[in-house]
């Protein structure tokens, strides 16, 4: 009975603190994409090279999210039936939006990213029984262009 | 030195190829910041921790790639590539490779 009670506990935790911080989350995405827009990240290797390059370097933005109990409890009853697992979808939407907002953060100054590529590790946690840390890591690279200034 | 993932370096010539460069790191996590990502794990969000954890290893393999290139004698590495793969629970390796060349 504790044990149940504590459960529910959990869930409504994950829950409400989950979706508050979800929604915070996905209204700054929105705002500093918006900030962001006016340099480019292209999946494209090219490069116009009519003008001098001034600079070329790496730029990589990482994050890791986790699930939190209330999706977790979702997602085992969603695998019973099959289809679609929604809450894993914007639990990694968001991962991989913060990271290509990290990204461009790095490359301040810049006029363009070129060669973006992404990518999605899962960073498993001690796999025995209970302490079992769910999250996602990931990360996205590239290349920033910097033209030299006439 | 010159890091890029493109094949080419814009603006430069390429004058000498060297072959492929490697760096690598296996990162275990850290009891202190594991705890506090399991508190984490009942609200869900991100984990700052590992993400720096994370970070830290990867720039180390970096350092490892570059130090790698400059043995060489390069001057710059292209076509880089990261790749992470969980080895066991609680450890991943941070790998990264890429092509040494030397340009002008």
């Not at chain 1, 962001?36 to 001098?52: F, M």
């Not at chain 1, 999706?71 to 894993?88: E, H, I, P, Q």
């Not at chain 1, 290509?100 to 001690?126: P, Q």
């Not at chain 2, 570059?66 to 076509?79: D, I, P, R």
Request: proline share 1%.
């Amino acid at each position: 009975m504790i044990e149940l009670g504590s459960i529910l506990v959990f869930l409504v935790i994950g829950y409400v603190f989950g979706t508050l911080a979800e929604k915070r989350h996905f209204r700054s995405l929105r705002e500093r994409e918006v900030l962001s827009q006016e340099l480019p990240a292209l999946v494209a290797d090219t490069v116009d090279t009519t003008q001098q390059i001034e600079q070329a370097y790496l730029v990589v933005g990482a994050t890791v999210i986790a699930i939190d109990y209330f999706k977790a409890f979702a997602a085992a009853l969603r695998s019973f039936f099959g289809g679609r697992v929604a809450v894993y979808e914007t639990l990694l939407e968001r991962a991989r939006r913060e990271s290509i907002l990290r990204m461009k953060a790095e490359a301040a100054g810049c006029d363009l990213i070129v060669n973006v590529r992404i990518e999605t590790s899962s960073i498993g946690g001690e796999h025995q029984g209970k302490n079992k840390i769910n999250s996602v890591e990931c990360y996205a690279y590239g290349t920033a262009i910097r033209y030299a200034r006439h | 030195m010159v890091i890029t993932n493109l094949n080419y370096v814009p603006g430069k010539e390429i004058i000498e190829h060297y072959g492929l460069v490697t760096g690598s790191t296996v990162q275990s996590k850290h009891f202190g910041r594991d705890f506090l990502a399991s508190l984490k794990n009942f609200v869900g969000g991100e984990l700052k921790g590992y993400t720096e954890l994370l970070n830290e290893a990867r720039n180390q393999a970096i350092e490892r790639l570059v130090a790698q290139a400059t043995s060489v004698g390069a001057n710059a590495v292209l076509n880089v590539r990261f790749s992470t793969t969980s080895v066991s629970a609680g450890a991943a390796e941070l790998y990264v490779y890429g092509t040494a060349v030397r340009i002008n």
